[in-house]
């Protein structure tokens, strides 16, 4: 499958922001283990964290074993993004959009294997360690397992990180192969499925697009984009790109374009 047609698929989803990478692009740091074994509670509680999930030296290698990345984020609007009850609340929609893009993958023929924000809170109490996982299919690592620091990444790439106290970004990592760019006679449609999958999730919740801001200084950045018929959302041509680093100001941190960076 070719990335073109990846990106065609995903902009029906309210992702703020992606970017397709190389998986030796990422840094994986051992040092994060020993934040996450300092700091995190989830840390020796999940199948999504470590020390299951397995070095990070094995992490790395695994990772390594697919071609391409899918890094992509979305946004979630919160009354105080450090109120973390009401922040894990909004992952839910997030988590679902990336089971529906890695489900559209692996129908496709596509092997994936998919980091996301956050452990696993699939199961109210996990089954780690006296048994298996209950639901291996919809479990995905937290990305910082895998000794990945977000911010380092999102910074690399130029997206963005942090946009005022009243949003929180999530992201997620989906690692592929076989992407190759194909011929006009291997394109794959899309499945009645797909759609019907994504029109139930936006009947159970309203998803959260670039657009739907509040008013407030670093969201305004996003209205102006998105009121700016110049940086339309979920752009993915060359052009959107080209105009997306014009627009970037000089922290390089200006919000604003729901499309590939
Ligand atoms: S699916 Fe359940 S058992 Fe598996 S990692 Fe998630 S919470 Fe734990």
């Known amino acids: ?34 934040i996450c074994k300092k700091e995190c509670p989830r840390y020796g509680s999940s199948w999504s964290c470590p020390p299951a999930v397995g070095t990070v030296e094995e992490c790395m290698e695994r990772c390594h074993q697919y071609d391409d990345v899918l890094f992509f984020s979305s946004i979630a609007q919160v009354q105080d993004v450090m109120d973390l009850k009401e922040s894990l609340a909004t992952k839910a929609e997030h988590e679902k959009m990336t089971h529906l893009i890695e489900q559209y993958l692996r129908e496709h023929q596509v092997d994936t294997y998919t980091l996301s924000s956050d452990s696993c809170a699939a199961c109210d109490k996990c089954a780690y360690p006296k048994a298996a996982c209950r639901h291996p299919e919809q ?12 911010a380092n990444l999102v910074e690399k790439f130029a997206m963005d990180y942090f946009l005022g106290e009243q949003y929180i970004v999530w992201f997620s990592l989906i690692f592929f192969k076989n992407a190759e760019r194909q011929t006009s006679t291997d394109t794959v449609e899309e499945t009645p499925e797909d759609s ?66």
């Open 1 to 34: 499958m070719a990335k073109d047609e990846i990106e065609s698929f995903i902009t029906q989803f309210p992702i703020y922001q992606y970017q397709f990478l190389k998986p030796d692009e990422i840094e994986y740091n051992d040092r994060v283990r020993t």
């Open 196 to 261: 019907a999958e994504y029109e139930s999730l936006q009947e159970t919740e309203e998803p959260l697009s670039a657009g739907d801001v509040p008013e407030g200084e670093e969201s305004q950045a996003l209205v102006d984009d998105q009121e700016n018929e110049e940086s339309q959302p979920f752009e993915n041509d060359q052009e959107g790109k080209e105009r997306q680093t014009d627009e970037t100001d000089q922290d390089g941190q200006k919000p604003g374009t729901a499309s590939k960076v």
């Open 139 to 150: 479990m995905f690592p937290c990305i910082e397992s895998h000794g990945i620091i977000v």
